[in-house]
């Protein structure tokens, strides 16, 4: 058996739902015809209107042949005004594939105008909300978290990717404001004390967190911003004291 004929196969398909919605992907093997491990928006719909109907719209492709035939067959839908479950412009997960860092600056373009529209990210934040009222998603999330963050590799990365992220100061400042603006709201700190207090019942995710605790401290960064927060915090505290004491006495 030669070389071409051990190579494998891709095609880009189509999902018609009975509502009229589309769904573009590319695959291989019996991808097409597999209707679970999908997104959050194709689950919902096929869960109202039922399986989609499929089309193989190009088939007995390369992998970069189908990654670029996935992308202009997205644009040409948009542009023919189809309602499409597609959140990006295609060309995501592709096996094996190897982005240039224009291809990645493009995408990350790409997705950060998806999120700057509003009606984008409320129904996003929507099918988020309702897909984790279901406690077996909810479950089946922690479980998947748990799993993910006992591979140490993946940790180390996504350590290195959040200091890498948080170099930036207007980074940092961003955040700090997203999450200050986001614990103003009293339902938000209700909810997450109770999800901390659930959390913690389990005692293998108090244990896992002691350690995890015990060793962050062993690091000298670590120690040394803890030192510096508590000297400013006490800083802070002791000048407080003083100026209450100061109204007291100009009361007096």
């Given at each position: 058996?030669t070389?071409?004929q ?6 880009v ?6 509502n ?19 997104g959050?928006m ?5 869960k109202?209107?039922?399986?989609p109907?499929?089309?193989?719209l190009?088939n ?6 189908a ?38 600056q ?14 984008i ?22 479980d ?15 350590s ?7 170099e930036?100061p ?12 986001r614990?103003?709201d009293?339902t ?6 109770i ?17 995890a ?31 209450e ?8």
């Amino acid at each position: 058996m030669t070389t071409q004929q051990n190579q494998k196969t891709y095609y880009v398909y189509k999902h018609t739902f009975e509502n009229g919605t589309c769904y573009i992907g590319k695959g291989t093997d019996k991808r097409a015809y597999r209707f679970y491990n999908r997104g959050k928006m194709w689950t919902d719909t096929s869960k109202k209107y039922g399986n989609p109907i499929v089309e193989i719209l190009h088939n007995l492709l390369s992998e970069e042949n189908a990654f670029n035939i996935e992308i202009e067959t997205i644009k040409k839908h948009k542009e023919d005004g189809i309602k499409l479950l597609n959140i990006t412009d295609g060309g995501d997960g592709v096996s094996g594939y190897r982005f240039s860092d224009k291809q990645k600056q493009e995408q990350s373009e790409r997705l950060t105008a998806i999120y700057e529209n509003q009606e984008i990210r409320i129904m996003i934040s929507e099918c988020v909300k309702k897909s984790f009222q279901d406690e077996g998603v909810k479950q089946r999330h922690r479980d998947g978290n748990i799993k993910a963050w006992d591979n140490e590799e993946r940790r180390i990365n996504a350590s290195n990717i959040n200091k890498k992220r948080y170099e930036d100061p207007n980074e940092k400042l961003k955040t700090s404001n997203a999450n200050k603006k986001r614990f103003e709201d009293p339902t938000q700190r209700e909810i997450q004390s109770i999800n901390n207090k659930k959390r913690y019942e389990d005692p293998n995710e108090r244990i896992r967190t002691a350690e995890a605790t015990k060793k962050a401290l062993n690091t000298p960064e670590v120690k040394r911003k803890m030192s510096e927060a508590g000297k400013k915090r006490w800083a802070a505290h002791r000048e407080r004291i003083a100026i209450e004491r100061a109204i007291i006495t100009d009361t007096k």
